[in-house]
């Protein structure tokens, strides 16, 4: 077998889809993108798909060093995301070509299910109340949300309070059962970073994600030391070698790796055990879409570490298009109580609906993050 020919489709609501082609009739999907570099990743596949057009698609350990280590320069967001979404097309069709889930040639799922959580929003948070009920009442029994607005190295106790507020509103809503994830999205530095964490640990969070940015993880020590809360990071790293420090550190508890960023299934696999080793919980980060959460689940399935598993449904970047609309078999993420089944469908477990994906890349998009400034003028942390 023979890989062909490789296509990238642009669609909404921020996406890229990959479809690598063969020569015997079988294709593989990925989905490299990084959210407002979409365009950037998709100049990427094509330098490397240079190499790849003529290759045996089962090979894919090799291919993937061959695509990680044979440019002289390597790694972040953009090659990364690249070789991610080759990867996971791949995998998707060597299971094809096997008959078998990509779970099953990794050994074999260990789990039938994982329990996801839903984003409810928490940048402007007036409504997370009421979110955070209807969430409830949609089965799920852990959600996740941004747990502060902008704020500035140091700033005031308003800002503090207002966090607090949030998350209490929540608690005195729901109650504990609910779990509640807490992302500072990076927006915090460390002298505030403390002061915030300290605060909210009252509501007993089920963790805190990026307390402060991943370049700034020395002052993981400092907060850790503050609070018996679990520390998520992981969504800007990008390889084994950037978590390499962040495990051997010993101030994390969970990471959160993406399977569009970090170099695919392939990679993810290998950070996922290297995290066992340290006794410290995966969670993969997925606020995309429908191949990258069927990627997800390939890893959840054989990694006993996996606890949580983020997911898009119905969040507010899909406006425009949801993860299933572009599949044909919108019953492959069956959620219940909570918890989504793992595929067993071959390769990826998704039939994607080529028509579709081709008729909104016509559409496309342009996604860009938010631009927000502090009071001063200076740029925030989005």
Known sequence: MKITKLTTYIVPPRWCLLKIETDEGISGWGEPVLEGRALAVEAMVNELADYLIGK???LI????????????YRGGGIHMSAIAGIDQALWDIKGKAAGLPVHALL??????????????GGDRPADVAQNARDVMARGFQAIKLNGCEE????????????????????RDAVGYDLGIGIDFHGRVQKPMAKVLAKELEQ?????????????????????????????????????????????????????????????????CRKIASMAEAFDVALAPHCPLGPVALAACLQIDAVSHNAFIQEQSLGIHYNKSNDILDYLVNKDVFAYEDGFVKIPDGPGLGVEIDEDYVKD???????????????????????
């Open 360 to 382: 909104r890349a016509k559409v496309g998009h342009r996604w860009r993050n938010p631009i927000w400034r502090h009071e001063d003028g200076s740029i925030a942390e989005w």
């Open 203 to 267: 509501f007993r969070p089920m963790f805190l994600e990026e307390p402060v940015l991943s370049e700034n993880s020395e002052a993981l020590r400092e907060i850790a030391n503050h609070v018996s809360t679990p520390i998520a990071v992981g969504e800007r790293l990008y390889s084994r070698w950037d978590f390499k420090k962040i495990l051997q550190d010993g101030y994390v508890d969970i990471i959160q790796p993406d399977l569009s960023h970090a170099g695919g299934i392939t990679e």
């Open 56 to 58: 045996d698609p089962l």
């Open 61 to 72: 350990e090799d291919h993937w060093n061959v695509l990680y280590r044979g440019g002289f």
């Open 151 to 170: 704020m500035q190295i140091i700033d005031s106790n308003a800002k503090i309070d207002a966090a607090v507020a949030t998350i209490g509103t929540i």
């Open 107 to 120: 050994g074999g799922k260990c789990r039938d299910k994982i329990k996801v959580y839903s984003w409810i």
